[in-house]
């Protein structure tokens, strides 16, 4: 069966500490991973990953993919009071179509 | 500005009275599926179109139908709403995953917060 797996499930720190999030997967015919981040509403799309060991990076985040333990990391450096919200990962499958999503990380960042 | 917009935002309704979802989007995307979100439980698909009158079940589908008669919208149709049907419903829209080397991600809707009494 098909499951992505986040972890921490939540987590708080301090402005300007550095957070890691994870993110593994079990997937038939991996096709892509996605990263999205949820405030109040609608998922923001963050990144999207093919490859592995390519970092993408936009601003104080960034993104890398690891096809071989079939795992992501999300690093958010420097963060601020803005970037407390819930981080979604996502996978797609090429048999199925499916976007399948993980739970999410609520991270909460305080002054 | 290219967008998802769902309608309405906020339903409350009673037990077996049938009610639509609208959902529709200016990106001429082919792919377009909605979710529910429920706390613990993340996102969860409910269905899924690959393209117009192409239609297939995601992992939750019971309790729901759809239609694709148009590549820009796709209502969820729920005909005998009960309680545990209450969650907030995303609706997405994105080009086909077959597209390689594109941008696949999909662009969600502001959601609609469906409470069945």
């Known amino acids: 069966e098909d499951k992505v797996v986040q972890s921490p499930l939540s987590l708080v720190v301090h402005e300007g500490d550095t957070v890691t999030l994870n993110c593994s997967y079990e997937?038939?015919?991996?096709?892509?991973l996605l990263w999205y981040k949820q405030e109040k509403k609608a998922p923001t799309f963050l990144f999207m990953l093919?490859?592995?060991?390519i970092e993408k990076k936009s601003g104080r985040l960034s993104s890398i993919l690891d096809k071989k333990e079939l795992f992501s990391i999300l690093n958010i450096t420097a963060t601020q009071t803005g970037d407390s919200a819930v981080y979604l990962c996502?996978?797609?499958?090429?048999?199925?179509?499916?976007?399948?999503f993980g739970t999410g990380t609520l991270l909460a960042v305080q002054p | 500005e290219a967008q998802v917009t769902q309608n309405p935002r906020y339903l409350i309704t009673v037990t077996g009275k049938k009610l639509t979802v609208t959902c529709s989007q200016n990106m001429n995307h082919e792919y377009m599926s909605w979710y529910r979100q429920d706390p613990g439980l993340g996102l969860r698909q409910i269905y899924y179109?690959?393209?117009?009158?192409?239609?297939d079940k995601g992992d939750v589908p019971e309790g729901y139908k759809v239609s694709r008669k148009e590549k820009r919208n796709f209502p969820l149709i729920l005909e005998s709403p009960s309680p545990n049907q209450t969650s907030l419903y995303f609706c997405?829209?994105?080009?086909?995953?077959?597209?390689?080397?594109?941008?696949?991600?999909?662009?969600f809707g502001q959601g609609t917060r469906l409470t069945v009494v």
């Open positions: 997405a829209s994105s080009l086909s995953p077959y597209r390689v080397g594109m941008n696949t991600e999909a662009f």
């Open positions: 179109s690959m393209n117009v009158e192409v239609t």
């Open positions: 997937v038939t015919n991996f096709r892509s």
């Open positions: 093919t490859s592995s060991g």
């Open positions: 996502a996978v797609t499958s090429g048999a199925t179509n499916k976007l399948i």
